[in-house]
């Protein structure tokens, strides 16, 4: 009797072996692909596979790699630029929020649907849960007012909010207006994202593999070093 094959649960159910899926879903979120180009590409090296699967293994994948990746991620600096830009999903405009500190590291991101205080509130919330608590000292706005009323409201939820340093300054925030670059050049060939749901797994694998180019994270905690090459980082956060 033929023993089933030994795999990472994640891959479990998928017909398809398991470096094939990774190098589709890795591709798909590191290139400006969309998922027609990687059936042409597999087609070349004899896989045959429908866009649509494509579209499965990332809409189911790169949440855990999102998290696997996570254990190794760096922590970042004490000074945040945070602003806003444009995301298309199903033919209209929504806002996503994003914020990186001094040296341009990612700190954090949220599609919202709107611009206000309260969607400010919900991001700068996140962000200090994805930095591990840290406050950070200084917080760099555009200049949009929601954004700093944000901030002062937040400081009836905890006290350290009142020690940030908040401040306007369209100089300093051009490294994160620079480093939405990134992100809408990947989201371009997509022409649009087509649904809510599936808007915020696919934007959160981009800013992985935007985070990832950065080198962001840090292999020596389980004694690895970043490899010579990007799949073998891919194998090493994902073991």
Known sequence: ???????????????????????????????????????EIMAERGVRVAHTTILRWCLRLIPEFVKRWDRFRRPVGASWRTDETYVCIRGRWHYL????????KTIDFLRRCD??????????RKALDSNGGRFPRKVTLDGHAPSRIALWRLRREHVK????????SQYLNNIVEQDHRGI???????????????????????ELAHRIRKRQFNFRRRGHRYASSRLMDWQIALA
Not at 20 to 38: G, N, P
């Open 161 to 168: 909010w009142r020690h940030v340093n908040v401040r306007t």
């Open 115 to 124: 611009r206000g205080i309260e969607a400010a509130q919900a991001f700068f």
């Open 184 to 206: 809408k050049a990947r989201l371009r060939p997509t022409k649009g994202l087509k649904s809510f749901a599936t808007a915020a797994i696919t934007i959160a694998g981009f």
């Open 97 to 104: 929020y994003r914020a990186v500190e001094q040296n341009g």
């Open 1 to 39: 009797m033929t023993k089933p094959i030994d795999r990472d649960p994640m891959f479990r159910g998928c017909i398809f072996d398991a470096d094939i899926i990774l190098l589709c879903v890795r591709w798909y979120i590191s290139y400006r692909l969309t998922y027609r180009d990687l059936v």
